[in-house]
């Protein structure tokens, strides 16, 4: 049986080296997410640490590094202590320009103001976990398998609600359909939700629809 050094049994004290830096890694991280978030966004803490985990299980299901989706879910959702206004601020601050009104895409900077500043505090870290995060509010035509398992993970986690959108990707993902597909169904009825609640759709967000679609070739419906 495992025992840390202090005695105590430990299940990591029986662990390679590796697999004990690993879960070091996301103990730390979790405990700084834990300082950040808890308190003031405590739905959105819980929601950080499901998205890591079912990241990191669709990770394994996937052939996707596990350890790199399980750090993208925890802290891909940082920023969203922030306030409306500090959120914008901070993006403007950061340099970031989608073209458009800032308060208009609000909903889509926290990934990338997160992917932006956090690798100053976590420069150990490698640069596909900040893409992912970037690219988890928005998508992309070129998403990598890290960057998709974070997008669809995101919207499938088990606190989120079981509407009929989230089911049938969460089908999807049981049933191991292809990546692409899972997340071609994911990005899509985001994209629903954002024009069947009559809400602004970011100009680039329309351009990677159109691009995805020309690419998977359903341009006849
Ligand atoms: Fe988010
Ligand atoms: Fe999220």
């Not at 890694?25 to 079912?54: F, G, N």
Request: glycine fraction near 6%; proline fraction near 7%; charged fraction near 25%.
């Amino acid at each position: 049986m495992p025992y840390d050094r202090a005695g105590s049994w430990s299940p990591e004290a029986g662990m390679p080296a590796h697999a004990r830096a690993d879960a070091a890694l996301i103990h730390r991280l979790e405990d700084d997410l834990r300082d950040h978030m808890a308190t003031v966004r405590p739905a959105r803490y819980r929601h950080s640490l499901s998205v890591a985990r079912t990241a990191e299980q669709m990770a394994l299901a996937y052939g996707v590094d596990p350890l790199l989706a399980r750090v993208a879910g925890i802290l891909h959702d940082w920023d969203k202590v922030l306030s409306p206004r500090e959120q914008v601020d901070l993006a403007v601050r950061l340099g970031i320009d989608l073209g458009v009104d800032m308060d208009l895409v609000r909903p889509l900077l926290h990934g990338m103001t997160a992917a932006c500043h956090l690798p100053d505090r976590y420069p150990d870290l490698p640069a596909p976990i900040w893409q992912a995060i970037a690219r988890h509010t928005v998508g992309h035509a070129d998403m990598t398998p890290l960057d998709a398992v974070l997008f669809v993970a995101d919207g499938v986690e088990p606190c989120r609600r079981d509407v009929p959108a989230v089911h049938e990707v969460r089908e999807l993902v049981d049933a191991r359909a292809p990546l692409e597909d899972v997340f071609w169904s994911s990005f899509r009825h985001g994209v629903s939700y954002v024009i069947a609640t009559g809400r602004y759709l970011y100009p680039g967000t329309l351009d990677t629809y159109n691009e995805l679609v020309l690419r998977r070739g359903t341009t006849q419906g």
